[in-house]
């Protein structure tokens, strides 16, 4: 076995299940918090891990840091990095209480049986003045004929207030059908369309704490605000789904194999 970097996994053990409220609470409005997913001893050791891939050594290598700020505005090059696939260089972060809570909750959530999930990673990076997300959906990168049965888990690695930059959602909005025109050309709602500003005001942002996560459904409607504090936010994010739900290819979810998750 090759040697682990950074070692193994804290042993300390965490292991969470969702309640039937829980599941209640997901199913009708497309998301969830759960405080404390994971202990503080792993999230100090993910961090390890994640300021090495996010070392600017490592731009340009596989497993490196890729710019997502939107290198056409001078201004904003560099604010919004991501990894994809952490899981492929250090496997052992699948051994993590962060990945095998988040796999109980999302089968649960998603009433799959553990065996039909697989899943992939990614990091986040947003430094100060990174730019915000509109509002989407994560299926919208996933062939439009499927029912989905996938969820993102977003987990902060340390306190998110919302002047960073905090996740929002709009509660229940993954149940809409929504008329084309709602939509522009990547897919974001469109923001000058009236029944979308009245969709707008239902949003509302989390504030989260480190080993706090945010479960959501990947047709929820989702944003992120503008980071404007003077830190950087820094997040691991896994996402869930049934096998029967392959990416469209060419997208990013189809850059790499899925991974298929053991006990």
Known sequence: MPEMMFGPPPATPFALTPSADEVAFFRENGFLVVERLTTDEEIDWLRRIYDHIFDPANTGKPGGPVDRSGVMVPEARGKLQQSFF?????????????????????????????????????????????????????????????????????????????????MQFIPGSHRLTLQAEQMDELDFLRPEVPANQALFAQGIALSLEPGDVVLFHSGLFHAAGRNDSNQVKCSAVFAYHGKSNPPLPGTRSAASEDVTLDD
């Open 86 to 166: 952490p899981e492929v260089q250090f496997p052992e972060i699948l051994q993590t209480n962060f990945v095998k809570n988040a796999r109980r909750y999302a089968a649960a959530l998603l009433d799959q049986p553990l065996a039909q999930l697989t899943a992939w990673g990614h990091l986040i990076k947003k430094s100060p003045g990174g730019r915000a997300a509109s509002w989407h959906q994560d299926h919208a990168y996933w062939q439009p004929e499927f029912d989905y049965c996938a969820l993102g888990v977003w987990m902060p690695m340390h306190d998110v207030p919302i002047e960073m930059g905090a």
